[in-house]
């Protein structure tokens, strides 16, 4: 029961793409340093979560981690930064990121035996970032898809919330909210997926929350997932 919960999380969360115009190099330095701040990638380093599951009546409460394993150049991609996601022993998942002219990509995920690629998945970009502060600025989005056409969906960035989490006091974050739809079963059956994200400075994911639903919009699969450890 833990496990099919938890691939079922992992497998379906999703991502944006966004082109960032040249800038010069000193705002770029700083631009740089407030998306890595938010998305820190270096090999080692290891985030570990608990997470309420709940499956129409069923609800467990079950603990995984996320790691940095290494660097890797994957051909037609380019060199990318490889994380693991575990519960207890069991490998669930492994992204693929690597950043790519002030934009965080996420071009690969496998799980299983099965391997998804996608077109134009972007987690941050550090013009969105920088311009999240400006009065009157609309919230900004992107638009991602699988390259197979399976799934496609829109990432907005909602803008700054201070969140308080065990262990480590109140937060200055940064939301995302991701609205998804997958087709499964040769186009015949769907599930609108919605994930809100909490991106802390210097540590990177310490909330979030995801709805899968039905093409009826009855409630399938419910998560919480919140920061336990982090090590950097």
């Not at 109140?170 to 059956?189: E, M, P, R, S, Y």
Request: hydrophobic share 40%.
């Amino acid at each position: 029961m833990k496990t099919r919960f938890l691939a079922a999380l992992l497998l379906l969360a999703a991502c944006v793409a966004f082109v960032l115009p040249a800038a010069p190099a000193a705002a770029q330095d700083k631009k740089a340093q407030l998306l890595e701040d938010h998305f820190p990638l270096k090999v080692g380093r290891r985030w570990i979560y608990t997470m309420r599951v709940t499956a129409g009546k069923n609800t467990q409460r079950i603990e995984y981690t996320t790691k940095v394993v290494r660097k890797e150049e994957v051909e037609g991609i380019g060199e990318c930064f490889v994380t693991e996601a575990r519960s207890v022993d069991r490998l669930f998942t492994t992204e693929f990121y690597r950043t790519d002219q002030g934009q965080l990509l996420n071009p690969r995920r496998m799980e299983g035996k099965s391997t998804a690629n996608f077109k134009g998945r972007v987690l941050l970009s550090e013009k969105g970032m920088s311009q999240l502060d400006k009065k009157g600025q609309d919230p900004i989005s992107w638009t991602w898809e699988s390259a197979d056409g399976r799934g496609k969906g829109t990432v907005t960035l909602k803008g700054r919330e201070i969140l308080r989490i065990r262990n480590y006091g109140n937060l200055h974050c940064i939301v995302l909210q991701d609205k998804a739809v997958f087709t499964f079963k040769k186009g015949t059956v769907r599930r609108h997926q919605e994930r809100t994200i909490w991106l802390a400075p210097g540590i990177g994911m310490v909330k979030e929350l995801m709805q899968l639903k039905d093409e009826e919009g009855t409630v399938a699969l419910e998560t919480e997932a919140h920061l336990k450890h982090y090590e950097s």
